[in-house]
């Protein structure tokens, strides 16, 4: 997913040193992230990470120890909720049950003093925009899952806010269900141009759509960046494995060649790109992802330039789409390769002798 068209160079939020202790934990740890006009940025990490807590500091839900939140460069950290211009969504949507979709997206209108005739023109125009056309007069009850989350979302949306924030709204959908809101939401959004902040724990989830990902991880922020940059280029090893699937291994540098170093496995090798003051002997953590991993005949690395290593398949596993082979490398231990089911390598059984190569680009050094 590329970066939506509607992100601009001004800052949207910012939050500047935030410091948030609960007792003699600290939930929020000098946390300073900045959130551009336009942007889907999301917050990942695992649970107690201090993501909710970032976010409903943006709300004005709880009060930051130290730093500032700015929203369109106006220091908000001490302002009531109500005194800022974002909304929340939640998991659980907390619909009116006895009002109708139109009176349950038009209460905050109606509380704001808004007139009868723009509440009803601004409904209409929202119930457009969330694929909801038509559905004013139905009540809850009468809606699935996917609609009562949009429903959520234009009661959310149609005061206008400068922000939306969401904290996980989706988990209480199936899966199938899930990820068609994935895609429905990104598109919402990009729509309106509003920027959204949204909390998650499913990696599949931020990748798919986000501009920006700030991964965190005990209540700091681990590294900023788009999809992509996350993805291939992690900055620690916290990034590394919690985001997509990873072979980690110790790779000890036996031998040195301008900007790489590697080790011979077996009647194969690792390289890596490593810094020049890596000496040989030393040992460092690194990794591939599974898809990245080649197969071909023991003794014909598809990726002969790059690492190659020999072993024995040990388990095939069928997943529809993709298949994952799990290869044990003598000195090196188990290595997955993930591969289109349909490609050359599924001909592979377990119980045979296979070459596992990928490209030296792709060996991760981690920190």
């Known amino acids: ?23 003699e934990v600290v939930a929020v740890d000098d946390v300073d992230i900045v959130i551009r006009e336009g942007e889907f940025y999301s917050l990942l ?17 709880e009060v930051p120890d130290t730093g500032r939140i700015l929203l369109r460069d106006k220091d908000v950290s001490g302002d009531l909720p109500s005194k800022r211009n974002v909304n929340m969504v939640f998991q659980h949507y ?50 699935s899952g996917g609609q009562q989350q949009r429903v959520a979302l234009a009661r959310a949306l149609v005061n206008r806010p400068s922000a939306l924030l ?13 990820r068609e809101m994935q895609l429905e939401l990104k598109a919402i959004q990009h729509d309106l141009g509003t920027t959204f902040v949204y909390v998650t724990h499913d990696q599949e989830e931020a990748l798919t759509m986000s501009d920006r990902i700030a991964v ?32 980690a291994m110790d790779l000890k540098i036996q031998q040195r ?16 790109r490593v810094d020049a003051d890596v000496a040989v002997g030393t ?10 991993i080649a197969l071909g005949p023991a003794g014909a690395p598809v990726h002969p330039d790059g690492s190659v290593v020999v072993g024995t398949v040990e388990e095939v596993i069928y997943l529809g789409a993709m298949s994952l082979f799990h290869v044990d490398i003598p000195g090196l231990g188990q290595l997955v390769s993930q591969r289109m089911s349909h490609e050359d390598e599924s001909a592979y059984r377990t119980g045979d002798r296979v070459s596992a190569s990928w490209e030296l680009a792709h060996t991760l050094v981690l920190e």
């Not at 970066?3 to 160079?9: E, Q």
């Open 283 to 292: 040992t460092l953590r690194a990794a591939v992802r599974p898809e990245r």
């Open 94 to 143: 907390a619909l009116f049950p006895h009002m109708n979709v139109e009176d349950n997206v038009m209460f905050g209108l109606r509380v704001s003093g808004v007139r009868k005739k723009e509440r009803v023109q601004r409904v209409a125009e929202i119930l457009e925009i969330v694929r909801l056309p038509g559905f004013q007069k139905r009540k809850p009850f009468q809606l």
């Open 166 to 178: 969401l904290d996980e709204p989706l988990g209480a959908l199936d899966v199938k269900l899930r």
């Open 1 to 23: 997913m590329t970066a939506s068209s509607s992100v601009t160079s001004e800052v949207g939020i910012h939050l500047k040193g935030i410091t948030k202790t609960f007792g």
């Open 216 to 247: 965190m991880n005990l209540g700091r922020v681990e590294q900023v960046g788009t999809p992509r940059e996350i993805y291939e280029h992690p900055e620690s090893s916290f990034v590394a494995g919690f985001i997509g699937s990873l072979n």
């Open 257 to 272: 060649q301008d900007d790489t170093g590697g080790m011979t496995v077996g009647e194969g090798w690792v390289i890596a």
């Open 45 to 61: 990490g695992p649970s107690g990470c201090g993501k909710t807590t970032s976010l409903r500091m943006i709300a004005g839900f």
